[in-house]
């Protein structure tokens, strides 16, 4: 008696899952897969380049070229069995160091739905900032510490190699001792003001006082 035959006669007993079906012979190669991601970028109005004679190009560089409203995708296409060689390595990772999004693509991608996700994100427009101290000053504090020219392009479009959580926390750190430093009952605002010699004061007197009390007392200020 089969397994399948004793699994079906036993009450609850289920029988064996069915093998995935094993992707065919072209499905495997790379070709297939060019034509499949070209046919994705076209269906997103995504700008899609690729290099038709690449024996004719820079050695190395990547297959594909995606260009969406929130940035750019470089893409190396590799067979289900295909392997980088050194000059596609290199541009990889020169283009990472950089700061751009450049990875591989295989026949799993597709499959997994990897590649439809990555060329979704790319097409979606980015969220317009909020016009905030906090957003504005979350900037800065990245700027601060990245310095390589495409940062602030990479925040404007909101490119996901930018932990926005990240900066934002630390911006909301930066208010949280700003505000505590500041008056916050009327007496100590009275007080603030007039040792400032403020009497009823313009919003540009008042914030023309906070930089000059915050200047004073940051490491650099004069």
Not at 133 to 156: I, M, R, S
Not at 161 to 172: E, G, K, S
């Amino acid at each position: 008696m089969s397994r399948r035959t004793a699994a079906s006669r036993i009450p609850g007993a289920r029988a064996p899952r069915a093998a995935p079906p094993t992707p065919g012979p072209d499905e495997e190669l790379e070709a297939p897969l060019q034509k499949y991601v070209r046919a994705e970028c076209r269906e997103r109005d995504l700008l899609h380049y690729h290099t038709a004679r690449s024996d004719r190009s820079e050695p190395g560089f990547p297959d594909s070229v995606i260009v969406g409203p929130r940035g750019v995708l470089f893409r190396e296409l590799k067979s289900g069995t295909g392997r980088p060689n050194a000059d596609q390595v290199v541009w990889l990772q020169r283009l990472q160091d950089a700061g751009a999004d450049a990875d591989i693509w295989t026949p799993q991608d597709r499959r997994s739905g990897r590649i439809l996700n990555e060329l979704n994100w790319v097409a979606r427009r980015a969220p317009a900032p909020a016009d905030t101290v906090g957003d504005d000053l979350a900037k800065l504090l990245y700027l601060f510490e990245n310095t390589h020219p495409a940062a602030d392009l990479h925040w404007d479009a909101g490119s996901r190699h930018v932990d926005r959580h990240r900066w934002q926390l630390r911006a909301d750190t930066v208010l949280r001792m700003v505000r505590a430093a500041l008056p916050s009952t009327p007496e100590q605002a009275g007080a603030w003001m007039r040792r400032h010699g403020l009497i009823r004061p313009s919003p540009a007197q008042i914030f023309r006082a906070l930089d000059e009390a915050l200047t004073r007392t940051s490491p650099g200020g004069r």
